[in-house]
């Protein structure tokens, strides 16, 4: 710009207007500030699509599977709603796996199942249909099935000489089976053996196998 006296002047800056040299500082500011910006942004995408997935799921039982601490392995068959392998808790009883199950189903004989029993690992519990034989449960060892080769013994209707055959069964045992069944009626389980006097956990353990409440 040429003044009145013939000399040059500089352009009078815009009232308001950042400096040029301003103008440029805080565009290479904000170019770095989105530069960073995609590099953050494209890392995360690269981390998460390169991250292995993680998949949580209930563990289920196979052919193979060992018995893990706490839990029962219970084959659940016959007149129930879904037959199948469940895993139960330790200490389970039959009215659990018949739940687990989905229940009795319609044709199921409910009177010939001790739901108060308490099942083992590796048994398998069968259900009966009105009219059928009560299945012994099978598997699972001593607890579940029953000595082999021999009919488990009715505590309903054996007499004195039958239950001295039982393990650790004496006459004054027997005796005493006897005066209970006389005073307080039929067994409903093989459990209530605990009322009878001299009979205590271990006992009924050892009998278990060998006794059913028809």
């Known amino acids: 710009m040429v003044g009145s006296d ?3 002047a500089d352009p009078i800056p815009e009232i308001g207007a950042p400096p040029r040299r301003v103008r440029l500082g805080l565009g290479a500011v904000v170019v770095l500030v989105l530069a960073a910006l995609a590099v953050t942004i494209g890392i995360g995408v690269w981390r998460g699509a390169t991250a292995p997935a993680q998949i949580v799921a209930e563990p289920t039982p196979t052919a193979g599977a060992t ?18 392998l469940y895993v139960l808790a330790a200490g389970a009883r039959v009215v659990d796996a018949i739940a687990s199950a989905g229940g009795f189903a319609d044709e199921a004989d409910r ?51 039958a239950l001295e055959q039982l393990p650790r069964i004496g006459p004054a ?42």
Not at 148 to 156: F, I, K, T
Not at 179 to 208: C, H, Q, T, Y
């Open 6 to 8: 013939g000399t040059r």
């Open 67 to 84: 018995i893990d601490s706490g839990r029962v392995y219970v084959h659940v068959d016959g007149q129930v709603r879904a037959p199948g």
């Open 173 to 214: 045992m027997a005796q005493r089976i006897l005066e209970w069944r006389d005073a307080n009626g039929r067994f409903a389980a093989v459990e209530d053996l605990l009322a009878v006097p001299g009979i205590g956990e271990k006992m009924l353990e050892s009998l278990r196998p060998h006794v059913r409440v028809g």
């Open 111 to 161: 009177a010939a199942v001790n739901l108060a029993r308490v099942v083992s690992d590796g048994e398998q519990l069968v259900v009966p249909a009105k009219g059928e034989a009560p299945a012994a449960p099978s598997g699972g060892g001593p607890a579940a099935g029953g000595a082999p080769g021999r009919a488990l013994l009715d505590l309903n209707t054996a007499d004195a000489a």
